[in-house]
């Protein structure tokens, strides 16, 4: 070799060193997202709170037009997914409990909007007596069918839910490709799922509709990092983000990949920092604990801890969090009873192939490996394709020595890094 190759090779290693040759390049750039971080006027804040004064007055002025109800109750849903304030959650509740004992319960537009209160409260089987009670009154048939699927779906029964989406079968209707996109996702089949997402944009885009079109970008930002496409990932949270600047489901994500992709935690906890102070979630200080742990942080991590708990000491979140508060439960010896207690509790409440997961996990913490593989193998196995799920699922092969199991289940699991994060890559290694 010349001297001219021999300085090339070393310029070349020499480039590489400096670069990190081999690693994951970098997606983000603060620059593309640093103006909506930056932003200060909240506009869908603003008409939220007009919208509320302007009805209530026509309601104060007819208090016997109980639409007007629906409507303050409407905005303040609103107000609870920009703020994620529970409390105005349950005050949007107290107005549709309101609306329909006035109506005696006979409006199915008002029983439907408080079956859907009840979802987002965490309270599925509430919800579906209210499903049923408007399918029983026959008009909007269409509109409950899909109330009725989202509602199954949650409940895990799911001969159910496919009835109600043959029901509302339209190729062309935005809501019923939105929900053969979570059946195809359900089903395992994720590339289908975004397809069919990818179409629900292209009639949002084509009517122009705006509150469509967040919706479906920020999904599609989610079901494409699921799919380990991180760079389309970045690119429909930023999509999202032009149309709603203040859009926390797409900032939220981006931090995600600054963590999990790119290994950035001070940026990662930049970003959570901001947003947290918008839209004060309990979910952020578990993001922030999980990059703590990674950074080896155990003070900062336990702090973390401390700050979500004391956030669900108010009850009005009530089962929302459950799933959650099972799994940190499993991580210590001392609080697994606590895990298999809420985990009961769970599966009471949707006794889904995950709640059944969470009452598996909660027995293999307490030690009882032969109990969490029998829950496992009658109500997990072959139902469900969540890669947390099949990561209990190997670790439960392995403590039962069905090493044969895990082997195909690991191979998928590291496939799923970027969703499972940084945390569980040696986890996984190890099984």
């Not at 699921?226 to 797409?250: P, V």
Request: proline share 2%.
């Amino acid at each position: 070799m010349n001297t001219l190759k021999i300085t090339f090779v070393i310029f070349i290693t020499s480039l590489c060193l400096l670069s990190s040759c081999g690693n994951k390049s970098e997606i983000i750039n603060p620059k593309d997202y640093n103006s909506f971080l930056e932003n200060k006027e909240n506009k869908s804040l603003e008409n939220a709170n007009k919208e509320i004064d302007f009805w209530q007055n026509k309601f104060n002025a007819a208090p016997d037009q109980y639409s007007f109800l629906s409507q303050i109750s409407s905005n303040y849903s609103k107000l609870f997914e920009i703020t994620a304030n529970i409390d105005y959650l349950i005050k949007a509740e107290e107005l549709l409990v309101q609306s329909n004992e006035a109506l005696r319960y006979s409006n199915v537009g008002t029983i439907r909007s408080l079956a859907r209160n009840y979802i987002s409260q965490h309270r599925f089987k509430e919800a579906l007596v209210l499903a049923n009670k408007a399918l029983a009154i026959g008009e909007g048939m269409k509109e409950t069918q899909k109330l009725l699927f989202d509602v199954q779906m949650e409940l895990g029964d799911y001969v159910a839910a496919e009835n109600a989406l043959k029901q509302i079968k339209n190729n062309k209707d935005f809501d019923y490709l939105i929900r053969i996109s979570k059946w195809s996702d359900h089903q395992g089949n994720l590339d289908k799922a975004i397809s069919f997402m990818e179409s629900a944009s292209k009639i949002a885009e084509f009517n122009n509709n705006e509150y469509l079109k967040i919706w479906s970008y920020s999904n599609l930002g989610d079901m494409n990092g699921h799919a380990g496409k991180i760079k389309e990932s970045y690119n429909y949270y930023l999509k999202t983000l032009q149309l709603d600047a203040n859009n926390t489901y797409a900032l939220k994500g981006i931090a995600w990949i600054a963590f999990s992709h790119e290994k950035n935690t001070a940026e990662a906890n930049r970003i959570i920092d901001i947003i947290s102070k918008k839209h004060n979630s309990p979910d952020f200080y578990l993001l922030k604990s999980e990059i703590a742990e990674y950074e080896k942080n155990s003070k900062a991590k336990d702090e973390n801890l401390a700050s979500y708990f004391a956030m669900l000491q108010n009850k009005k979140y009530g089962a929302m969090y459950n799933k959650y508060n099972t799994l940190l439960y499993a991580d210590e010896k001392s609080t697994a009873n606590k895990a298999l207690e809420i985990a009961k509790i769970e599966i009471d409440h949707r006794p889904t192939p995950d709640s059944y997961d969470l009452l598996a996990w909660s027995y293999y913490s307490l030690g009882d490996s032969k109990k969490a593989l029998e829950i496992s193998q009658k109500y997990v196995v072959g139902k469900s394709f969540e890669p947390n799920l099949n990561y209990h699922l190997a670790t439960i092969y392995k403590a039962n020595n069905l090493l044969e199991k895990v082997k195909p289940i690991k191979e998928e699991l590291i496939k799923s890094s970027f969703e499972l994060g940084p945390n569980l890559t040696d986890a996984i290694e190890k099984l």
